[in-house]
């Protein structure tokens, strides 16, 4: 069965001190790994898809890698507004396009 | 930047009524989605819609959901006779050929 883990379920941050959050997932031909940020009572908001082993994506403070395995987003010198959970997605593979959402990281980063 | 719009942001409905949930995708896209997320939950794929009929549905998805593009532009689940685990927030997301998802803000459905 396809599954996407997340870790840590939360993380306290101070501001500037850098980290990273993981995605495991177990899917069988991943077409597409995705990064959402969701704010509290929104909805996800897109940051990265990734496609294959190796490839990297950045944005602003935010930076995502990809393994045949799991996914880190590394976030560096975080800011308060950077406080959101953050939401790891699969892509399932063949004659299907939804997307396999794992539980999220809640991140709060203090000033 | 093009946004995919979600009516009502929340809606409470007694147990047993009908509710119609509202969405306007992203005017150049084809694919277009409903998720739920029960509170503290994964958010959860419900259907797929793309070409004017339901391309992929979950279990979730049973003879009490529907959903319809009406008008080209707008598009909507139905939900027939609400039970109580069906308060939820439910998001529309919509995608283009290039792949991709833009999720609305969601609707929170309460039922009483």
């Known amino acids: 069965e396809d599954q996407v883990t997340q870790s840590p379920e939360a993380l306290r941050l101070q501001e500037g001190e850098s980290s990273s959050l993981n995605c495991s997932y177990t899917?069988?031909?991943?077409?597409?790994l995705f990064w959402y940020r969701q704010d509290p009572g929104k909805g996800p908001e897109f940051l990265f898809t990734?496609?294959?082993a190796g490839e990297e994506k950045e944005k602003e403070r935010l930076k995502a890698t990809l393994t045949k395995k799991e996914s880190f987003l590394h976030i560096t010198a975080p800011k308060p507004e950077d406080s959101a959970t953050y939401l790891c997605?699969?892509?399932?593979?063949?004659?299907?396009?939804?997307?396999?959402f794992g539980t999220g990281t809640r991140l709060q980063v203090f000033p | 930047e093009p946004e995919v719009t979600q009516t009502p942001s929340h809606q409470v409905t007694q147990m047993g009524q009908e509710v119609i949930l509202r969405c306007v995708p992203i005017?150049?896209?084809?694919?277009f989605y409903w998720y739920r997320q029960i509170l503290g939950q994964k958010v959860e794929f419900l259907v797929s819609?793309?070409?004017?009929?339901?391309?992929?549905k979950s279990e979730i998805f049973d003879d009490q959901f529907s959903v319809e593009r009406p008008d080209g532009s707008n598009f909507t689940l139905k939900i027939r006779s609400t039970k109580l685990e069906d308060s939820a927030m439910y998001f529309c997301?919509?995608?283009?050929?290039?792949?991709?998802?833009?999720f609305g803000s969601g609707t929170r459905l309460t039922v009483v």
């Open positions: 990734l496609y294959s």
């Open positions: 997301a919509s995608g283009g050929e290039g792949g991709g998802y833009t």
């Open positions: 005017s150049n896209h084809l694919y």
């Open positions: 997605a699969v892509q399932a593979p063949r004659n299907t396009d939804k997307l396999i």
């Open positions: 899917v069988s031909g991943l077409r597409g």
């Open positions: 819609f793309y070409n004017n009929e339901i391309s992929e």
